[in-house]
């Protein structure tokens, strides 16, 4: 028998088999990915993501967005990283400049490379400039004043800086002259100083951010003249000196104590005669007839306070209330020598009126024990500081038809004239 090499069948068909299987199965693709619209867009920040929908046949090791500002980012751009495998997540961006166009891009990765989803853009949201108010100009004087503002927003951006800007002509800008009152927002004060004297400003409050300079509303006010008063709300009175005392020229009218409380106002009739407390009133209620050029009509307790007439002014004590009519020769013709002349304010005839002193006494009226309203354009009544007993104080009255000045007590809930004295 001869010998006879045979190839063994079976192992053929295994390698064949072997070599079949491997050359069938399927290769990974890339993932299938979608990109969510951008929303929630700040300054800074806005919200994105995607949705993997088929991992490619194989898991999907990482997922999040890619973007900057050219378009068909990609994950060298900036990205987020927000977990694994299919279904939808959700990206924050960071860092973002303002005012910006941004293009964004889902993307997914497998074994098969990264997948990118379709591009959305956005816009950042850009810096506004501050928003701001100007403050009211107080403590006026010859040369300085103070103002400020209150920076309600910043715009979205830091306020680097903030004060007042001020000139002669309408709408300053910080290009006139200016002062630097820090930085942020809220309320700051300022203080303006090298003014003229009798000269109109303009004024507003200033903010600058990244976005540019903001200003706020622009407010006037007028400078006084050598020896001119302001009270606590901005009313101006004018100096008169009379002998070795210096009397203000018209009648007060502040609403407000000289430290900036607030004086009672009030109008109910009852409740005027029942008072023990401070309060002044307007004459007839009415202080757009009677404000100027009368001024307020106050009671006794309001007097009593200390705290009515500017600093450095107060009411007059009955003795120099006195010293006042002696140095004019005596009460019979003093008050001739202090009342306004003329019938634009008194009624005829107006006896005696010269006002050669410049006191220039104006018939105010009063305001009674029942509240009623009685005697303008015929009387004026005025408080001295000195109290009487418990229920009178010391005052002053000259009339129409007389030269004289009157010297007497009168009930604390009157509502009469004040005028102020300079402090010795």
């Known amino acids: 028998m001869s010998n006879v090499f045979k190839i063994p069948v079976i192992p053929i068909l295994v390698v064949g ?102 591009q959305v853009s956005f816009t950042s949201q850009s810096v506004l400039l501050p928003t701001l108010t100007t403050t009211a100009v107080t403590s006026i004087t010859q040369t300085a004043a103070v103002s400020g503002g209150n920076v309600t927003d910043d715009g979205g951006a830091a306020v680097t800086a903030r004060g007042v800007c001020w000139s002669t002509s309408t709408n300053p800008t910080t290009a006139d002259n200016s002062t630097s009152d820090g930085s942020g927002t809220g309320v700051f004060a300022s203080n303006l100083t090298g003014l003229s004297p009798n000269t109109i400003y303009y004024v507003r409050a ?31 009175y004018n100096p008169v000196t009379i002998g070795s005392q210096v ?24 409740e005027w005669g029942d008072l023990t407390t401070d309060a002044y009133c307007w004459y007839n209620k009415d202080a757009a007839t009677y404000k100027t050029p009368y001024g307020a009509l106050y009671n006794w307790y309001a007097v009593n306070t200390g705290k009515l007439c500017p600093t450095g002014w107060h ?20 008050g001739g020598k202090l009342k306004e002349t003329g019938t634009t304010h008194w009624n005829s005839p107006n006896t005696d009126a010269t006002n050669e002193t410049g006191f220039t006494a104006l018939p105010g009226g009063y305001r009674s024990s029942n509240g009623a309203f009685d005697s303008v354009g015929s009387y004026g009544y005025w408080w001295s500081a000195t109290e009487l007993s418990t229920n009178y104080a010391w005052s002053r009255s000259v009339n129409y038809n007389s030269g004289s000045v009157y010297r007497g007590y009168s009930h604390l809930e009157l509502g009469f004239s004040v005028r102020c004295v300079k402090d010795n």
């Open 206 to 236: 200033y903010a600058v951010n990244s976005a540019g300079v903001s200003y706020g509303d622009h407010v006037s006010f007028t400078t006084l003249l050598p020896g001119q008063i302001l009270d606590a709300d901005g009313n101006v």
């Open 315 to 334: 009411v007059p004590r009955d003795a120099e209330w006195t010293t006042l009519t002696d140095y004019l020769g005596g009460l019979a013709v003093a």
């Open 247 to 270: 009397w203000m020229v018209e009648n007060l009218k502040t609403t407000k104590y000289n430290d900036g409380t607030d004086i009672p106002l009030v109008t109910d009739d009852y």
């Open 17 to 118: 088999s072997i070599i079949c299987l491997t050359s069938c199965e399927e290769k990974p693709t890339l993932p299938s990915v979608t990109t969510t619209s951008v929303s929630a867009i700040t300054l800074t920040t806005a919200s994105s993501g995607g949705n993997v929908t088929d991992d490619g046949g194989a898991e999907v090791t990482a997922r999040g967005v890619c973007w900057c500002e050219n378009e068909n980012p990609i994950t060298l751009n900036h990205n987020t990283v927000d977990g694994s495998g299919t279904g939808s997540f959700t990206s924050s961006l960071t860092s973002l400049t303002p005012g910006t166009t941004y293009y964004v891009r889902a993307y997914a990765i497998n074994i098969a490379g990264t997948a990118y989803g379709n």
